[in-house]
């Protein structure tokens, strides 16, 4: 069973900027990807960013150009550098991690709040 740990939330001014952590308990080196979801009020998780073993990310078209998606793989611990934040950005931001055969594990999320 891995953990994963999110951290970083908070309550923003808009335009302002967040950076959001996930710690693993587990190694993340050999993980297939991870990911950042996001769940706004009253609707459903989406992807935010992905980024797979190999270095490739991806990104939802509502973040590109204002988020960035990074990883230590000496500290199991994933990044989401939120920049030019927006009121529908405000929400419960989740991390994941698929570690292939051994599962896919979610944290338990961070609470970002973007106010106008």
Not at 8 to 26: E, F, I, K, N, T
Not at 90 to 113: E, K, M, P
């Amino acid at each position: 069973q891995v953990q994963l740990v999110e951290s970083g939330g908070g309550l923003v001014q808009v335009g302002g900027s967040l950076s959001l952590s996930c710690a693993a308990s587990a190694s993340i080196i050999n993980i297939n990807a991870m990911g950042w979801y996001h769940q706004a009020p009253g609707k459903q998780r989406e992807m935010v960013a992905t980024l797979t073993s190999g270095g490739s990310t991806k990104y939802a078209d509502s973040v590109k150009g204002r988020f960035t998606i990074s990883r230590d793989n000496a500290k199991n611990t994933m990044y989401l550098q939120m920049n030019s934040l927006k009121p529908e950005d405000t929400g419960v931001y989740y991390c994941s991690a698929d570690y292939g055969w051994a599962g896919r594990y979610w944290g338990h999320g961070t609470q970002v709040t973007v106010s106008s």
